[in-house]
């Protein structure tokens, strides 16, 4: 493995451990020439996923993209990293079980979209207006009366 610091070729392993959740191996590395200790995670990938844009362009599945946007939704909010690194987890397991190799990103929006409804209603309107591309404030006044949150606090969106 790389050092993130230096860019040397090779890292020493110093510990290695199961994740809280067993769904993935942390693994603590040394850099042998800067010295520079960081922490990687495997994870078991059952098959290359492929999301359909909603342009037609096809790319592959990217993890951390998922994780930014769930977390930029998140934000200052009071949800456990551990609650979310769960739902994440599930999100990524149905997707792997569905038994498609293609998915529509609008799939994994909509897995996204459930997950946070049950996990924060702030964090679900947040996302959902970006992912339903909210261009005015009546488009969050509808979508929170369609969805039944009309008593979220508009201060905390």
Do not use: W
Not at 37 to 58: A, M
Not at 105 to 129: C, F, I, N, P, Q
Not at 142 to 153: I, N, P, R, W
């Amino acid at each position: 493995m790389r050092c993130p610091f230096c860019g040397h070729a090779e890292s020493q392993v110093k510990d290695s451990r199961p994740s809280e959740d067993g769904a993935a191996i942390r693994r603590r590395r040394m850099c042998p020439e800067c010295g520079g200790r960081f922490t990687t995670f495997e994870r078991v990938q059952l098959r290359e996923l492929i999301i359909l844009k909603r342009s037609g362009r096809r790319s592959p599945f990217d993890r951390d993209k998922l994780v930014r946007s769930i977390a930029l939704a998140t934000q200052k909010r009071p949800v456990e990293a551990e609650r979310i690194e769960r739902m994440i987890n599930g999100i990524v397991r149905q997707l792997e079980s569905m038994g498609e190799t293609e998915l529509p990103s609008s799939a994994v929006g909509e897995m996204v979209m459930k997950a946070l409804k049950s996990l924060d209603d702030v964090a679900y309107v947040r996302y959902a207006s970006v992912y339903r591309d909210f261009k005015e404030t009546s488009d969050f006044a509808k979508f929170l009366t369609e969805e039944g949150l009309s008593d979220v606090a508009e201060d905390e969106l």
